[in-house]
């Protein structure tokens, strides 16, 4: 079955969210939602997350799930506000519990965060699957660019977050902690395995040499044909090698650290204090 898909893109930090809709009635699921942050004055807007939420009211949807493809480090999530808006589970892979121990401790969190994944309804496994309406989504555990990163193919389409980005544009980095180039290069041969028709929808676009327009859709076959990074067969080692390389030279993404913070919280801010206020914190010298 083919999933009837709708792409937000997101300027400010180049995201792709989607609504995913079941064709045969009113199920729809929401990818990836993104949460307007600006650092400097740390406010945070829900304009983005409000066009999702107008288009979904508008086409009379009835949202069943709120699902990432991982813990972002370049956005926050709106989950939470899609969920008071509209309804839904909001799930992510169940290696999330890592991701959590990690930045746990990078934060210093104290017991209050939970690191068992409880702050999300729903954690995936691969191999499990899910409904939307008639529609069966297939979870595919896909780590490498982080541990938790998952696919999840729906009908004849593959969500697959930062993995492979469009074919003229490559890769996903695999710096970041618990990131490992070669483990994404096994998780990009398990997507290339998916039959080559299977439409693949990318977690983020920054256009490429030569290509004005932002993209997000390609096919399997497109990206084994002519991935820049892993397409023509291009074998482990010097993708490893490539990669590394590449990573080593990237600066952080500008909203790292608010977007950690907040997206292993499944959304969600850190507790107010006594007086109702909401901080962030900057680990200095440990990113
Ligand atoms: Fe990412």
Redesign the pocket.
């Known amino acids: 079955m083919s999933p009837e898909i709708t792409a937000f893109f997101d300027d400010a930090t180049n995201t792709i969210s989607y609504v995913v809709r079941d064709p045969g009635g009113r199920a729809c699921a929401i990818i990836d939602s993104v949460l307007d942050f600006d650092y400097a004055s740390g406010r945070t807007d829900t304009k983005s997350a409000d066009a999702i939420v107008d288009f979904v009211r508008s086409e009379g949807l009835d949202t069943q799930w709120l699902l990432e493809t991982?813990v972002?480090?370049?956005h926050l999530s709106a989950a939470p506000y899609l969920q008071e808006q509209l309804g839904g589970k909001i799930g992510i892979g169940d290696n999330i519990r890592v991701v959590q121990d990690t930045f746990g401790k990078v934060f210093n969190e104290g017991t209050e965060f939970q690191r068992d994944g409880s702050q999300f309804d729903q954690l995936f496994n691969e191999g499990d699957s899910f409904h939307i309406g008639q529609l069966r989504g297939d979870v595919l555990h896909t780590p490498g660019?982080t541990p938790a990163c998952m696919t999840y193919v729906i009908g004849d389409a593959a969500f697959v977050?930062?993995t492979l980005f469009m074919p003229d544009f490559g890769t996903?980095r695999c710096d970041f902690p618990g990131g490992s180039s070669e483990t994404l290069y096994a998780s990009i041969q398990k997507i290339l395995s998916l039959p080559d028709d299977t439409r693949i929808f990318v977690?983020h676009d920054y256009k490429a040499p030569g290509r004005d327009e932002y993209a997000w859709e390609s096919t399997v076959g497109e990206q084994k044909a002519r991935n820049v990074h892993v397409g023509d067969g291009a074998d482990k080692d010097s993708f490893v090698k490539m990669r590394d390389a590449r990573d080593a030279k990237l600066p952080m993404p500008k909203l790292i650290i608010p977007s950690l913070q907040v997206n292993m919280r499944a959304g969600h801010m850190p507790p107010e204090d006594e007086e109702g206020n909401v901080f962030l914190k900057v680990p200095v010298n440990k990113l």
């Open positions: 991982h972002h480090a370049d660019h977050g930062d996903a977690g």
